[in-house]
C-alpha cells in the first residue's frame, strides 16, 4: 500500500498489474475499503491486461478521516438540509480523479460499486475526456424514488459493532440480507475481509459522513443523458439495498449504457458470476479504447 496527498487528504492506494496495462480505477461503496475487493477478482483483471488501481475512499480504511467535522446530522440532510452534509459525492469524485492525476495518469476505465457506482458517474460527467468507460455496478442515477428495502435499511440503523466478534456477526447478518439467494457465499472471504476492516477501520462517524454525503447527492438522470462516455450498468436481481429498478433506471438515463441483469445476484459480486461481468466489462473497454484511437493517431 501506499499514500498520496489528494485535495489537502491522505488517500491510500494499491497498483496491481503492469505499468502498460489498460488501467482501470476500482471505486468502493459505502464504508468500503480497498480491501474489499476479493484479491482473486483483482487478479482476474491483472490477467485480462489491467493495471488496477484500489483505493480507501476518504473517512474509511487508511485514508485520512475527517473527525474534525464530527458526525453529521443525517436527520437534517433527509429534511433537505443538503448543507448539514461535511462534503458531497462530488467531492470524492474530485479524490479519484486526483489519485489517478497524482499517479500520472491521464485518463482511465472506471468501475465503482453501489456508491462508488454514483462517485463515477459523477466523476464520467465532471471529466469525460478522463473517464475511458464507465462500470456502475449495483447502483443508480440518484433517483429517490430507489429504496432499500426496510430490512436492509434496517442493518444501517444498528449500534456500531464494540470488538471484532461482534463485527464478524455484523458481517454475517449483512450478508444474509444482502447476498445472493442463487449463489453461495463464501463464509471465509467474508471472515477475513471483516478482520482487516476491523485492524484498518478508524471509527463509525466516518461512514455517516459518507451516509451524509449520498443522502445529500442531486438526481442524476437528467445530466447522464448527455453522457457519452461507453457505459456497463450491472445490477442484480434480487439487490435488495439497491433494488434492480436502480440499474435499470441508471442504463435508460445513459445513451451509451449496456444493462447486465443477473438473476439472483444480491447487493454483492459473487464469484460464479465473475466470468460473465468481465467478459462485459472487456467489450465496454474495448469501446472505450476504441473511442479513443483517432485522438492517439492524431497525436
Same mark, same amino acid.
Not at 496495462?21 to 484479491?39: K, T
Not at 472506471?110 to 466523476?123: E, R, T, Y
Not at 449495483?138 to 435499511?153: C, F, I, K, Y
Not at 461507453?230 to 433506471?249: N, Q, S, Y
Given at each position: ?38 484479491? /482473486? ?116 440503523? #444498528?449500534?456500531?459493532? #464494540? ?13 444474509? &440480507? ?21 485492524? #484498518? ?17 442531486? /438526481? ?17 436481481? $434480487? /439487490? ?10 441508471? $442504463?435508460?438515463?445513459?445513451? $451509451? ?19 460473465? &461481468? ?22
Amino acid at each position: 500500500m501506499s499514500i498520496v496527498t489528494v485535495n489537502g487528504l491522505d488517500l491510500t492506494y494499491e497498483v496491481h498489474g503492469d505499468d502498460e496495462g489498460l488501467p482501470l480505477l476500482m471505486i468502493s461503496g459505502l464504508g468500503q475499503q480497498l480491501a474489499g475487493w476479493h484479491p /482473486d477478482l483483482i487478479t482476474a483483471l491483472v490477467r485480462r491486461g489491467h493495471r488496477v488501481i484500489v483505493f480507501d475512499n476518504r473517512d474509511v480504511g487508511r485514508s485520512t478521516h475527517l473527525d474534525e467535522l464530527g458526525p453529521p446530522d443525517l436527520g437534517a440532510v433527509l429534511a433537505g438540509q443538503v448543507d448539514a452534509a461535511p462534503y458531497r459525492l462530488a467531492d470524492m469524485a474530485t479524490d479519484a480523479l486526483g489519485l489517478l492525476a497524482a499517479l500520472g495518469i491521464d485518463s482511465a476505465h472506471l468501475l465503482g460499486s453501489s456508491m462508488g457506482g454514483m462517485i463515477a458517474q459523477i466523476a464520467a460527467l465532471r471529466s469525460p475526456g478522463r473517464v475511458r468507460s464507465l462500470t456502475s455496478l449495483m447502483s443508480h442515477p440518484g433517483d429517490h424514488r430507489v429504496q432499500p428495502t426496510p430490512e436492509a435499511l434496517a442493518l444501517f440503523l #444498528r449500534p456500531a459493532p #464494540r470488538d471484532l466478534a461482534e463485527a464478524v456477526l455484523a458481517a454475517q447478518e449483512s450478508q444474509r &440480507v444482502l447476498g445472493s439467494p442463487e449463489f453461495p457465499a463464501d463464509e471465509a472471504w467474508l471472515r477475513r475481509r471483516t478482520e482487516i476492516y476491523w485492524e #484498518r477501520s478508524g471509527g463509525p462517524d466516518g461512514v455517516l459522513r459518507q451516509c451524509a454525503a449520498l443522502l445529500a447527492a442531486p /438526481d442524476r438522470t437528467a445530466e447522464l443523458a448527455g453522457l457519452t462516455t461507453p457505459t456497463l450498468v450491472v445490477h442484480g436481481g $434480487a /439487490d435488495p439495498l439497491i433494488p434492480v429498478i436502480g440499474g435499470r433506471l441508471t $442504463a435508460v438515463a445513459i445513451p $451509451a449504457a449496456e444493462l447486465l441483469e443477473i438473476d439472483g445476484m444480491g447487493h454483492e459480486l459473487p464469484r460464479p458470476v465473475w466470468e460473465r &461481468v468481465l467478459d462485459k466489462l472487456e467489450d465496454v473497454v474495448d469501446r472505450g479504447e476504441a473511442g479513443r484511437a483517432p485522438l492517439a493517431a492524431a497525436s
